[in-house]
């Protein structure tokens, strides 16, 4: 099991991969920066990596970490986005579900803004 953190700002934030190939490549190209854009109660950002989909879900859970394929874009979902109906995270369309972060961290997500630099790297 490879575990990554998610550094944003001051917040770090811990999370595991599955074992999957979206999830070996994300971790094979790391570290990996940019600069945050929310979408409801998620944190996406681009990342230089064409991922193919890979079993993509239309509903994901509270604190996946997915690759969306469209927008190469790496994703931390915390909570509803605008797509969502009642009970379920529903990101803009299917994503390749890759890990999942640490839950404790879910309320300082929320004060995350735009433009805010990320950065993932490996874990030790």
């Known amino acids: 099991m490879k575990k990554i953190k998610i550094v944003i700002d ?3 934030v811990p999370a595991v991969l599955n074992d999957t190939k ?3 490549a994300i971790y094979a190209a790391l570290p990996l920066q940019g ?3 929310t979408w409801g109660e998620e944190i996406y950002f ?3 990596l ?3 989909e890979e ?3 239309p509903v994901v859970k509270l604190g996946d970490l997915a690759y969306w394929t469209p927008g190469t ?3 931390i979902f915390f909570g509803l986005t605008p797509s969502s109906c009642k009970g379920e995270i529903r990101p803009a369309s299917p994503v390749n579900v890759f890990g999942k972060i640490e839950l404790e961290e879910i309320e ?3 004060k995350i803004k735009d433009g805010v630099k990320i950065s993932v790297l490996k874990a030790e």
């Open 50 to 52: 064409k991922c193919p």
């Open 10 to 12: 001051k917040l770090v």
């Open 73 to 75: 874009a790496f994703c």
């Open 108 to 110: 300082a997500l929320r």
């Open 35 to 37: 600069k945050t854009n």
């Open 22 to 24: 979206t999830a070996a």
């Open 55 to 57: 079993d993509p879900k």
């Open 46 to 48: 681009t990342i230089p």
